[in-house]
């Protein structure tokens, strides 16, 4: 059984430069999320995905971030033009369905660092 | 709005002590309640949950009763060990849109 799995775990890049995270959820889940969290803090809300309709956006900290998930499946998170202000961990995280308990389950996210 | 308050860290105790991490919500309607745990260096684990008042989630001797009279979800373990050390997160699910609401987190320090 494998978990959700973030690639890159680590990615230093310059300011101005775009740059794109990739996550694959556990493979019968359908829904999935993306959150941000800065040392310290817990994770903060960025998008959602159901299958592969992205159903809240709202919460994206700027129109630099975008996200997809064209095939239902694996997700990423691109970051344009990126400021030291977005040196964070990006987390991703699935969950099935159904169900009444609307637990998640994370990924080892990956940590950006803008220099 | 949703909102999770916890006690700030870090909580330092010596191995086998008890331990009480005090978690406090403001939710509309019934939200399902979580305790999360980061380890150093990994990702977020699901440690136990509660979804209606009165349940009482437990996994590896941490339990958590869900209050709804006092809005609270507060984790505890009887005899915690170095192994525990970590930075714990309690979280809330309003169900009507799916994100997970955080609290800020609370780093353990356990000392043999």
């Known amino acids: 059984d494998t978990g959700v799995s973030q690639d890159p775990r680590h990615k230093i890049t310059k300011r101005g430069q775009n740059v794109t995270f990739r996550c694959d959820p556990i493979?019968?889940?359908?829904?999935l999320y993306w959150y941000r969290q800065t040392l310290g803090q817990g994770p903060e809300f960025l998008t959602y995905?159901?299958?592969?309709?992205?159903?809240?956006k709202s919460r994206l900290l700027s129109d630099r971030f975008s996200a997809e998930r064209p095939k239902g499946s694996f997700s990423t998170l691109e970051i344009q033009r990126t400021e030291q202000g977005d040196s964070a961990m990006y987390l991703c995280?699935?969950?099935?369905?159904?169900?009444?308990?609307?637990?998640?389950?994370f990924g080892p996210g990956t940590r950006l660092t803008v220099t | 709005g949703n909102s999770v308050t916890q006690m700030e860290g870090p909580v330092t105790l010596s191995e086998e002590a008890f331990l009480t991490i005090n978690c406090t919500y403001t939710a509309t309607g019934y939200p399902s309640l979580f305790w999360y745990v980061q380890y150093p260096g990994e990702g977020l684990q699901l440690l136990l949950k509660a979804t209606k008042a009165d349940d009482k989630g437990s996994n590896k001797g941490f339990e958590a009763t869900y209050r709804k009279e006092t809005t609270s979800f507060h984790l505890e373990k009887g005899s915690v060990q170095v192994s525990d050390s970590a930075v714990y997160f309690c979280a809330l699910s309003a169900r009507s849109n799916y994100q997970l609401i955080w609290g800020a987190g609370t780093k353990l320090i356990i000392k043999p």
């Open positions: 493979s019968e889940h359908n829904r």
């Open positions: 995905f159901q299958n592969e309709a992205q159903l809240e």
């Open positions: 995280a699935s969950s099935p369905s159904g169900g009444t308990s609307y637990e998640q389950y």
